[in-house]
């Protein structure tokens, strides 16, 4: 009976995604950094929800924006996943930051329509990337 379910099973469709190859480290920095995103977009969209418009783009400029760029540079090589990255994953994820300094910069100026015309903006490099590229 459980062969017969298994047999039943589609098979799994096969990754096509690029392989980058980072380090273990690298890997373990990157996972945190996407959970961090995560944790940060989750706020922000608590936030735009609670019509505080100009809250989600501080935190969207902090956690997401420009203003978190470079927050691996101190690390050893081998626990930085940027310089590891294929080129184009690695311009994918500033582009995400740039989409967050666009729509932080929106947000906090007060200007709730194009803040919210650009909200998918923050999750865009993210999808992007995912389903280009896979770390293992």
């Known amino acids: 009976m459980l062969l ?20 273990p480290e ?13 944790i940060a977009l989750n706020e922000i969209l608590a936030l735009v929800a609670a019509n505080r418009i100009k809250e989600a783009g501080e935190v969207a400029e902090k956690s997401l924006g420009r203003s978190a760029m470079g927050k691996n540079a101190r690390l050893p090589f081998a626990h930085r996943p940027g310089p590891q990255m294929p ?20 947000a906090t100026s007060g200007d709730r329509e194009r803040a919210l015309a650009l909200l998918p903006n923050l999750t865009a490099s993210c999808v992007g990337c995912h389903a280009a590229y896979r770390s293992h």
Do not use: K, W
Request: charged share 15%.
């Open 87 to 106: 080129p184009t994953m690695h311009e994918i994820g500033r582009g995400g930051h740039f989409a967050a300094s666009e729509f932080a910069a929106a």
């Open 26 to 38: 690298a890997q373990a920095t990157l996972r945190q950094e996407m959970l961090d995103n995560l």
């Open 4 to 23: 017969a379910l298994f047999l039943a099973l589609p098979v799994a469709a096969e990754d096509h995604r690029q392989l980058a190859v980072l380090s």
